[in-house]
């Protein structure tokens, strides 16, 4: 008997194909609201939600052999018609469970604005989706009153700022409901290579010691590292890290 639940690479995808929707969404929720003001920016020059939404929507649909949508008015009539009948990618959005279209008419579908209305009027839309696997595990444990689950998850993303052994360490973990081991890897995101160096053969990394995030080797110093947040630039003066961690 084959199982029907969902591998490791399949929930990835899933949560994957989620944030390609919601970055679309948000994005035209933004332009909606900019168009309604007398604000509306031309064709030509995105709201960079959509953007970025356009750009993971191409690489998706590259690593699932499809060709994506070419150019404006191609998208525009990809989000005319519902996610779940997108050509090569439809079903991947239906077995996560996004189904509808995006526009209707030209306007923000109901689709549309539940996927985007939490985030969209944000300073920093960005900041909050990259937020999303952590709202997801709440949402989920309010649903189903895993209160413990919803402790342990906090606790471990305070314990483990870094994984060394990615994410086998949530994945081998029984524990974990499947819906919030899926989500609990979500938030964490490979280290960029730009925060590697190699030392003595090995990379290794080193954290900004006021967010904890991995500093970046903009020098070819190797002594000389800095934080992708300007704010931490400017609080924590000389950021030249002594050590730095195996990968």
């Known amino acids: 008997m084959v199982s029907d639940a969902p591998s490791v690479q399949e929930e990835d995808g899933f949560a994957e194909a989620k944030q390609v929707i919601v970055h679309l969404a948000v994005g035209l929720l933004r332009q909606n609201e900019a168009t309604g ?20 929507l191409a690489v998706l649909s590259y690593l699932q052999g499809v060709r994506p949508p ?7 009539d990809w989000l005319h018609r519902p996610v779940e009948s997108w050509e090569g990618i439809g079903q991947l ?3 996560a469970g996004l189904t509808g279209s995006l526009l209707t ?3 923000p579908s109901e689709f549309c604005m539940v996927l985007g209305r ?16 952590f709202k997801e595990i709440l949402e989920y444990c309010k649903k189903y009153h895993l209160t413990d689950q919803y402790r ?3 606790r471990f993303l305070v314990e483990h700022p870094y994984l060394p052994d990615g994410g086998i360490t949530i994945t081998r973990d029984p524990n974990w409901h499947p819906e919030i081991r899926t989500w609990l890897r979500r938030c964490y995101e490979a280290v960029p290579p730009v925060c590697q160096r190699l030392f003595a053969g090995q990379p290794h990394i080193a954290l900004c010691p006021r967010c904890g995030w ?10 000389i590292a800095a934080c992708y947040s300007d704010l931490c630039g400017s609080l924590v003066r000389h950021l030249h890290p002594d050590a730095g961690r195996d990968l």
């Open 37 to 56: 003001r007398g604000q509306a920016r031309p064709v030509t020059d995105l709201d960079e939600q959509p953007q970025w939404g356009w750009d993971k």
């Open 70 to 76: 070419r150019h404006l008015p191609d998208l525009v």
């Open 93 to 95: 959005f239906e077995r």
């Open 105 to 107: 008419w030209g306007m």
């Open 118 to 133: 939490d985030m969209h009027r944000c300073d920093d839309p960005e900041r909050e989706l990259q937020d999303t696997p």
């Open 152 to 154: 342990e998850a906090r």
């Open 214 to 223: 991995p500093l970046e080797w903009r020098s070819s110093r190797h002594t």
